[in-house]
């Protein structure tokens, strides 16, 4: 739960929140709605921005792990020095 607030990582850097949320939400049993949820807020505006589109026309997915694997993507074009 404590992954679920912390901000500053997934601004600083994602790839790395990215890898420890995958990690922990594998043990634990929730919905992916609850941590589709959860992730929505503490991802970084920029990927907010993008997630847009999808949600407009309704293509966001439904399974966290499609849902954090678009985020991934997204970050990888918008910070390739990170990436």
Same mark, same amino acid.
């Given at each position: 739960?404590?992954?679920?607030?912390?901000?500053?990582?997934?601004?600083?850097?994602?790839?790395?929140?990215?890898?420890?949320?995958?990690?922990?939400?594998? %043990?634990?049993?929730?919905?992916? @709605?609850?941590? *589709?949820?959860?992730? #929505?807020?503490?991802? &970084? =505006?920029?990927?907010?921005?993008?997630?847009?589109?999808?949600?407009?026309?309704?293509?966001?997915?439904? %399974?966290?792990?499609?849902?954090? @694997?678009?985020? *991934?993507?997204?970050? #990888?074009?918008?910070? &390739? =020095?990170?990436?």
């Amino acid at each position: 739960m404590a992954l679920w607030v912390n901000k500053d990582l997934a601004k600083k850097n994602f790839i790395k929140y990215a890898e420890q949320y995958r990690t922990l939400a594998r %043990i634990v049993n929730y919905s992916d @709605k609850v941590h *589709i949820d959860k992730m #929505k807020e503490v991802i &970084p =505006d920029e990927l907010q921005n993008m997630l847009v589109i999808y949600e407009i026309t309704n293509q966001c997915p439904k %399974i966290w792990d499609d849902y954090l @694997k678009l985020l *991934i993507q997204a970050y #990888k074009v918008l910070h &390739p =020095d990170k990436a």
